[in-house]
């Protein structure tokens, strides 16, 4: 999952994240070199390993309500401190909302549609837990008279993590408009409920190469090692899910951009480049800032959008939450209704706009439990697909940074165009019409008006000239 929260991914996640992949892949070896036959051996291995892979999982998932409604409550404040912070910062808060929810409906058309056409491998289904049912989903009319909690308390003890973001999004609106040293009291306690979960989470986290081996080893026996093609197909799925999002932005910065996509694609290179190689979101915040020079983009809007949409803008990451849920939901045979994956859509969009702050193992829980839980969909094979996030969460990182330019030039264009100096030009007289002139095709001295005939000039003829005197005229008579 795209890294950007609370600091990247250090040496510590990567070294984690090594962990738990080797042991995925000890014990789907291990499973699978007892798969041939029924033993003691075996009998004694799954006997211990599938409490242990049980008790890890239900650590992991105790975390998930009280994190989730903290998350919300705190990020719904924050989202409304910064709305509060000017126009810019209001439209681009109003972009991240409408751009979420596209997103994540877009992914779980796309998705679908992948999954009918290309489904789950045969042998996917060892993924999941033995004995791991399919939850019971309300019919739709029920669903809807149950958003609004009765109880809250309930609600959270059932898991129904639906109406559970409905009062914690009621609760975050109604804690910003309260008296600041009450604010500022609420959201201290919140936020110190969601350091001391994820010190819980960090804890489960260190035992996670041990679940994971003991998750792995049941589905070695059960499948062998056709469960590397399970996994490889649910790489590509998601993957799939986080370039279309990022394929998305290009046509939207067309449309509401209006800037050409071949512009906006030179100017993306150079952060997605940084992008795939630290796999943050954070760390892609300098070359975003440098790139808004190509995009025309004002600079003081890109120093409110940018630093804001790497912080709580995850369009390719909420897009991939929404695609593993529906994936898992295959996996373990669950049908899911057009109201059901809009009830998924509005969590997904929701969660991840509140999950800031988080690193990017406890984020792949925290924001994609509750998607899967309020589309009835179980968590057993979740930790599974953790061992395998690496490779996805290239992908989300890529989408990520390149929607966020996108919102950083879509925001920022009409400032541009508004903020444009023209050139002051001094102000100078009208000059005056000039008088017309004749042009004579001969120049001569100019003669007396009596000799003007209009509206022609009188040309001389020759006759004019004095004639030369006879000699032998007589002199005439003077008078």
């Known amino acids: ?124 289904g060892s993924l999941r837990t033995a004995g791991a049912g399919a939850p019971v989903i309300a019919e739709a009319g029920a669903w809807f008279s149950g958003i609004i909690p009765a109880n809250p308390v309930k609600a959270a003890a059932e898991m129904s993590m639906a109406p559970l973001v409905v009062f914690a999004l009621f609760f975050g609106f109604a804690a910003s408009r309260i008296d600041a040293p009450l604010r500022g009291s609420l959201t201290t306690f919140f936020e110190a409920v969601v350091a001391t979960m994820l010190v819980i989470v960090r804890w ?43 394929l998305a932005a290009y046509v939207l910065v067309a449309l509401a951009g209006r800037i050409s996509p071949l512009t906006f694609a030179k100017a993306a290179l150079p952060v997605q480049a940084v992008a795939l190689g630290t796999q943050s979101s954070l760390a892609c915040l300098p070359a975003m800032i440098t790139a808004t020079g190509a995009l025309r983009t004002s600079p003081g809007t890109s120093e409110v959008v940018l630093p804001l949409a790497v912080s709580i803008f995850r369009a390719a990451s909420a897009a991939a939450n ?57 968590l057993t094979a979740l930790p599974v697909l953790l061992a395998v996030e690496t490779v996805p969460d290239l992908f989300r990182t890529l989408g990520n940074v390149t929607t966020d330019l996108a919102v950083g030039r879509i925001v920022g264009q009409d400032r541009v165009a508004a903020n444009v100096d023209e050139p002051e030009w ?38 004019d000239r004095p004639r030369r005197a006879d000699p032998g005229a007589a002199p005439r008579e003077a008078g």
């Open 322 to 378: 929404i695609a593993v849920a529906i994936y898992l939901a295959h996996l373990h045979g669950v049908a899911l209704s057009p109201a059901t994956l809009c009830v998924g859509v509005m969590v997904a969009a929701a969660v991840s706009l509140a999950a800031v702050g988080l690193p990017a193992q406890v984020s792949f829980f925290a924001t994609i439990g509750p998607v899967c839980l309020a589309m009835g969909v179980p």
């Open 1 to 124: 999952m795209d890294s950007s929260r609370r600091g990247s991914v250090t040496g510590r996640w990567n070294n984690s994240s090594t962990r738990i992949l080797l042991g995925l892949v000890v014990g789907l070896l291990a499973g699978a070199t007892l798969s041939g036959g029924a033993s003691p051996t075996r009998e004694l291995l799954l006997a211990i390993s599938t409490p242990v892979g049980q008790l890890w999982l239900d650590a992991l998932t105790m975390t998930v309500v009280p994190l989730v409604f903290s998350l919300l409550v705190t990020g719904v404040g924050s989202a409304a401190s910064s709305a509060a912070a000017g126009s810019v910062a209001t439209r681009a808060m109003l972009w991240f909302v409408v751009l979420l929810v596209a997103a994540c409906a877009l992914s779980a058309t796309l998705t679908t549609l992948a999954l009918a056409w290309v489904p789950v491998p045969a042998g996917g």
């Open 204 to 246: 489960v986290l260190l035992a996670g190469p041990v679940g994971v081996l003991a998750l792995g080893f049941g589905v070695g026996v059960q499948m062998g090692l056709g469960a590397a093609g399970a996994l490889a197909h649910y790489v590509l799925i998601v993957v799939a899910a986080c370039l279309s999002i990022t």
């Open 426 to 463: 001094p102000e100078v007289a009208p000059p005056k019409k000039a008088r017309r002139r004749r042009i004579c095709r001969r120049s001569r001295p100019r003669q007396p008006r009596d000799q003007w005939a209009w509206p022609y000039r009188r040309i001389p003829h020759r006759s």
